[in-house]
């Protein structure tokens, strides 16, 4: 709980220190149209304080307050120039490391799809022996077939040949 | 806004200016290492190695006590003290009073015997007065950094008074400096405007000044407060109200001591003493026991209580010793709980920040190093606005080996403890590290211009190899303090050290990038 009291109380602190004019003049930035809360931002720091000290939390109070202390020094003390130039390093390394990742994501995607893709020659190929399978037992019962045909022949005979139930020749 | 007259203003600055920096090279080395000395524990625990950190008394303690207690002297029954070691081993100390024949004077003599909690064998066994006991080999390091800071490691009680005195010369610095900073409030977001050296230095001190001025008081107070309480405030309260009897005004405050009843009597249960103090306090563990007149009618036992979350100090409960009734909550000061006593609870902790385990320490630290900062920035601003005299300009430069000189002397006696811990005797050879290497940096400075590049490198490289020195002579693996110990204070110490030494080795490159950084233009939205 004193962690996010003091989270809020930072950012009421940032708050008010990027939107100083007195330090927006000094560091150069433009003044700011609208309109500036600076009673939001001071309750974010005295509501807390308030709340630890009524409710008897003084080893939070002075955690609260040591960290405030600390932080909105740092806070303070650190332009909007560095600020940008923490953001830019910041989103640099995000960047980059989005970069890289997706980089990562990629090259895991193409070896994936290239996986697939040798999965499904195999498999293809393994349906190709199967169909040949089937073609040489079709091909082999075809020249039973004919054999028995050239033996009607021969003998001169008009016979009835059931091959089963998909296949039925008949002969005059 | 504080309204002044100029000679008034003028008469400030100057006791503002004169306080900060007369003996201040030695105020900012007593603030810095306070900053590092709230972590004294951790730093034990870091070098020494191989311990199990734990905290508190469990409740099965009674017969490891009777067991070890009926093997010593009964003369030592007069005081006893349980606690754990920074080993997580249990220590039994068994005082009397005697004088000592060496200084005359009557001191505590004990036995004090270490147990091993896993065993219940006795680790080891010491015996003779207090004020000749050397503190543990393993504490060696970190007690080296508190008595530095407490005491500037000079002899009892000069540099108490010394340190003492310095910390009245901060608190004269902060007052003098709310008064002297008409805006105050209004300074909290005072812009550093950078590239203009001396207002550049202005701004950087005024602002840190400005944060810290309620804690700055705070810690100068309360440092105050233990450098003087027993070197001038006891002596001193006496010669006021009780014409010099120190004893009587000792008998005053805390009672007059009740006739004893020696009759032998069995001590009650003190799990069952421990068990009543928990329940009394919603579940916090029993840091301490103190017993008094063992086995006798008139044995008492006083039970410290670790402190629970919201407060600043822990409980302190009485106990009749043979009827095991409770006689209430013991104030630190007097008989009867008073606000006088609440205050001087809070003191220590309030000095320490060791109130809420490693969150408050951490800020405890920060707190350490914005004094430092406020110190080390208000020196620098003095002496740049008198760089005309020589004597000034001088003490610039000593001010910069000042900074950047501790922290490598601390280190060089780090390295010291580490390099002697296994064979040689740590105990002298941190000090006279310490002291060689500041002697050293002292001459370089002397025969070349001070260069802060090569202190920054030879700080990084320092940190850097230190976890890795404290691995090769024998410290806690990463893995051993993680998986058998329980405890992530060393892989943080090590983690910590070999960060502020990769920073400061990189310190060129990161500037560098910071500033190419600050010179490109924002992106196009």
Redesign the interface.
Known sequence: MVLLYTILSICGICYLAVTNPKRRRAFDLAVLSERRWIWPARLSVIVPFLFLVFTANWSGLSIWAGAVTVLGWIVAATSPHQISAIKRVVARIVLEATARSSAAISNVLNNENAISGKLSLLASKQDLSKAKKKIRQLEGKIAKLEKKISEFEIDGKHAEVDDGPSLKIVKN | MISLSQSKTKRLVAIHGWSGTVLGLLLYVVIFTGAVAVFEREISVWSQGGTQYSEGIGRKIDRLFRQHAKEIDRKYYEEIFIARNRSGDFRFSFQTHEKNPATDTLEDKAVILTIDEETEQVVSRWEGFLSERAPDRGDTLSRFFVDIHVQLHLPNPYGLILVGILGLMMMAAAISGILIHRHLIKE???????RKSMVSARD?HN??GT??I??AILLAFTGVFFSFATTLGVPIMAMVAFGGDQQALIESVQGTAKVLDKTPASLASLDYIIKDAINRTEGAYVTFIGIQHYDTMAATVRVNMA?I????SGNVFGYEGVSREFTGEKPLLGQVPSLGSSLIG?IA??HF?S??GI??KT??L??GL?MAFVSATGMLLWTKRREDQAIWREFHKWIYVVIWGLPVAMMVSAYAFFLTLPAGDPGWWVPASFVIASLVIIGACLMKPFQEDAFRRLTGIMAVGLPLLRHLTGGTSWSESILTQGQGVIIAIDVVLLALGLILLCWKQIKQ??RT??A?P?PAE
């Open positions: 909290m977001f005072l812009p550093v405007r950078p950087l602002l840190a944060w810290g309620p804690f402190t979350d919201g407060q600043l809070i902790p309030l920040g109130f809420a969150a408050s800020v405890w920060g707190l914005a990038s910071s950084m600050s490109q924002e």
